[in-house]
């Protein structure tokens, strides 16, 4: 068969699409503009008495909404005029969908915003919502049945689009609501963390002490300690490892962070150790160093506490571990001024500093290990492999070439802060 034959043929031979109706067409026409005829002038009449509207839905609201009953008692005014914003926009959007709907949607937009920052929960905000929907819906049936009861059918073939109205904008509201809760909370964080800043750094004035106590959710007149914590953060955030009976507040910093610990007082007679729980605080990684001052009274003496905790944390060795200020006063008076720390170094420990390193450090080695075993000779031979009688002669002639008597007590203090302060500035 020649191809065209064929076109032919399959041409004749294809099912004629049947045309709808034309007069099925003009009938749909003819109710669709029947029913916005009769929602056009049962909105007219909502928009007329609009005050009577907004009554009914602040009276409903009261009833079944304790949040908005609140709030109507609060500021009975403001409710009633936001109310009958929101309706005002909703009939006129039933009137003229296209020419009110960005107005419409500002407004609901401010609403959810508003009640975002009151405080207000979003199931009420969009119950409420649903409420006005309904209320209208219930006057215009009642509108239309009042002027023609036969046109009340007709509100059928418009309800869809009524409560596609209602939906968009409990949408719109909930995002308004959601956006306004996430900047709030942002300001609510970063307004801690600026006061909680300021009260380590000791710049928070005497007025902001209250809004501090509220937002760290710590008394002001409390008992507290600082714990400053830096090493390794294997998960990247601070381990909120906090024992039974502390009350802590984080701060993040850079390096150091600082746990701000209420010490609860529970022991009248202060046989106690209020900081021993503190050694369990924070992160544990190896690597980690541990700071942790001593115990100062009320919120505005933070500041203070930060500054024993860092002095705590310099005291720290290197490779990690915890050092209680108060177990260690004599190196923090050295590290505290670290220029009468180096001068005090050289000043004592300057004959020894100058040796070839190999016999410098075998007697500076010999000193600490003779003052870590209390003075005794022969702990500190064991500890460092050798007789009693080879430290005994080192110890001499570090004697010999400070100058000092190991015997003589003001010696012997000069002697051990200068190994201290070479140790920590070094």
């Known amino acids: 068969m020649h191809p065209a034959v064929g076109a032919r043929a399959m041409i004749r031979t294809a099912p004629t ?87 419409a949607r500002r407004c609901s937009w401010k609403i959810g915003v508003r009640r975002a920052e009151q405080g207000v929960p979003l199931d009420a905000l969009l119950h409420a919502f649903r409420l006005g929907g309904s209320l209208v819906w219930q006057r215009l049936v009642e509108e239309t049945s009042r002027q ?37 909370s942002w300001r609510r964080e970063n307004r ?16 902001d002490l209250p809004e501090t106590a509220q937002g760290l959710d710590l008394p002001e007149h409390g008992r507290y300690v600082v714990v400053a914590v830096a090493g390794r953060r294997p998960s990247g955030v601070r381990p909120a490892a906090v024992p039974p009976g502390l009350r802590v507040h984080w701060h993040t910093g850079v390096e150091v962070d600082y746990g701000i610990v209420l010490i609860e007082d529970d022991d009248p007679d202060g046989d106690g150790d209020p900081v021993e729980p503190l050694e369990g605080l924070g992160d544990a990684a190896p690597g980690t160093r541990k700071g942790i001052g001593s115990v100062v009274t009320g919120l505005a003496a933070v500041g ?98 400070t100058g000092r008597s190991l015997a003589r007590p003001q010696d012997l203090v000069e002697i051990s802060l200068a190994l201290t302060a070479r140790r920590l500035l070094r």
């Open 17 to 103: 699409p049947v045309p709808q109706p034309r007069t099925a067409r003009r009938g749909r026409s003819l109710i669709d503009a029947d029913a916005l005829r009769v929602l056009h002038r049962a909105a007219r009449i909502l928009l007329d008495d609009l005050p009577n509207l907004t009554d009914r839905l602040v009276a409903l609201l009261q009833e079944q909404e304790c949040a908005y009953r609140t709030a109507v008692e609060n500021d009975h005014t403001g409710t009633w005029q936001e109310v009958n914003r929101s309706l005002r926009h909703s009939v006129l959007s039933l009137l003229d969908p296209r020419g009110n709907r960005d107005a």
């Open 192 to 207: 801690v963390r600026l006061l909680a800043g300021a009260l380590l750094d000791g710049t928070s004035r005497i007025a």
């Open 304 to 401: 203070d506490a930060r500054r024993l905790a860092d002095l705590a944390l310099r005291i720290c060795p290197p490779e990690g571990g915890t050092v209680r200020l108060d177990d260690h006063l004599p190196e923090a008076l050295v590290i505290s001024c670290p220029e009468l720390g180096t001068t005090l170094a050289d000043q004592v420990l300057g004959p020894l500093l100058r040796l070839e390193p190999a016999d410098r450090d075998v007697l500076l080695d010999t000193l600490s290990a003779w003052l870590v075993c209390d003075g005794s000779a022969q702990r500190a031979g064991e500890r460092l492999y050798c007789h009693r009688n080879t430290v005994l002669n080192r110890l001499r002639r570090c004697e010999q070439l």
């Open 148 to 184: 023609a009861p036969e046109d009340v059918r007709l509100l059928v073939h418009v309800a869809t689009d009524m409560w596609n109205f209602v939906d968009e904008h409990c949408t719109l509201v909930a995002d308004a609501y959601r956006q306004a809760e996430r900047q709030l």
